[in-house]
């Protein structure tokens, strides 16, 4: 006889955001495993009867039909990276300074509480609405979850606007840099290490390059008014068989993260001229990852007024997202689209991943505000 | 019922050295896996009456016992690395142009056969002679054969000279350079790679050690009249956790060989000024493996009527040695010893390791005449 599965309560969209957070995170749904939180929210969300509802694998959306004359897009991912020992959450400190501890608070089941709750809330939004939760967003890009409804239902994902709750601390942050990734082989030739001189040390060879790495400033690159930093790093080198070998090859992995200023490959190029200037014999560079930045696409209107609303009851000015996040997806669709969430992004993915309570807060009172008040 | 285990025909140590070098090939020794052929060496040995047989593990040592003004020790290992489908051995080309190729005929049972050849045909040598045959020589040093008979034997190795036949093509090879491995490792501190700018990178940290040692000049070092070729080689690099982390570690692991005018703390002194004198901040040195040189000891009477005998019957002036070899092992029991083997050096190790034939006879017939011809 099977055991039974295990119960979930049913998510009450009506309880408060830091309650839904934490019912939320407490449903673990690491990448590949977000079929139990899927099913919760497809439920919940079907017992909501201004919303239509679609479920494509283990991505749920909902939308409203009123006619509006704009439709936004506010999108978030169900999935976390894997757990490290900090699920269930816990709730710690008071006040002002509570925060809500454990996986997912801030990538991204804070925004996704957001999202549920206003979704719950607002039921006749002076735009209309499309809600999206996805799943895989956390592994490689080819199993994203939005990628696939792009793939599956690219009319749901017809907007003037796209707003992605990822981590931003509550602040607007606009369009994201793009990323790219080189591995650099350089080659050389093996010898006995007793014999060195017979040989071509293909680490040694790759000291230039590690210099000029080092020596690149991170450059600040305006685009349209925001200011985005860019990073060029060495990510990973491995080189040499064995201890008494001279080695024959050398692999640096370059991150290259570009402002939207630059196409995908002007990217590629700038890196390849770096890595030519250098004059190493027979290096080679190869691509292995490369995904666009995108514009913050703050000058459309529905973009400019949702930064008016924030402002206005944050005093957050919008920012540039350096960081590559799903925005882009959007703006290779022609949907503009910001970042806004709760929560800092620079604790997603560590162990000690926590978000502050009033960031919870904040964040249902502006997007719920920007979705109730009647249109300039 | 279990098979029977697989017959091999006893050595015939009267037959030619090529013969005995294949013989002894085709029985493969992969270090470990020496016992089988241990055995054949002990059985021929045990049937010479002018010699005593001592077996220790699956090293056999044979001496004779002729009340000699002088005694050697004439040395081989009988491990090899493991075999590249190259075996059994092949026969290639013709008169003075064959070789035999396959794992062991370079590195080193044809010196194994020329040692067994000698120990038959030699029955009255001018200097006595005790004939060491030890096991994993080819692994790590504490596994060593040679460094066990040392600590249960230390008699039997007591001798005015010693001779290893490990491949010097014939030649006389004097001493050995040092060894020593020690692992940098470079701090830094993580980032996510989208903001580099707040972490610091320990892979860029390398590059001015990788530059230095690039830098490095190849030294030569005279001691005792021979030249002592240095290298000094980073083997293995190894930094970074993930393609989006600024990696806060990078370890190199440098080889350096050092001439036998350096006791192995100056030579890990040398290494560490070099990396102290980078100023890298946080560069750690650990020393994982350190061995000493060996001085050539040509000085010695026994070792210059060797290389007398040599020089008169090849036109081979003496050389240093600059791989490590067991002769260090020697030196510290204060007994001075010379490489001197048939085949090419270079081709230990290697998938196309071949000898040529010339080399062994070459190598038996000088060996038989120093220890026949009368002593000056």
Known sequence: MNAAPPTTPALDLTSDVLALTRALCDVPSVSGDETRLADLVETALRALPHLEVLRDGDAVMARTHLGRAERVVVAGHLDTVPVAANLPTRLLGEGAAAELWG???????????????????VTEPVRDVTWVFYDHEEVASELNGLGRLVRHHPEWLRADLAVLCEPTSGAIEGGCNGTLRVEVTLPGRAAHSARAWRGVNAIHAAAPLLQALADHPAEEVEVDGLTYRESLSAVLITGGIATNVVPDRCVVTVNYRFAPALSPQEAVDRVRALVDGLGIPGAQVEVTDLAPGA????????????AATVQRLTGRTPAAKVGWTDVARFAELGVPAVNFGPGDPSLAHADDERCPVADLDTCFFALRTWLTEPTG
Chains 1, 2 share one sequence.
């Open 295 to 306: 514009r913050p696409g703050l000058d459309h209107p529905a973009a400019a007024a949702f």
């Open 103 to 121: 996986r997912g608070t801030v990538d991204m089941k804070g925004g996704v509480a957001v999202q549920l709750a206003c979704a719950a809330a």
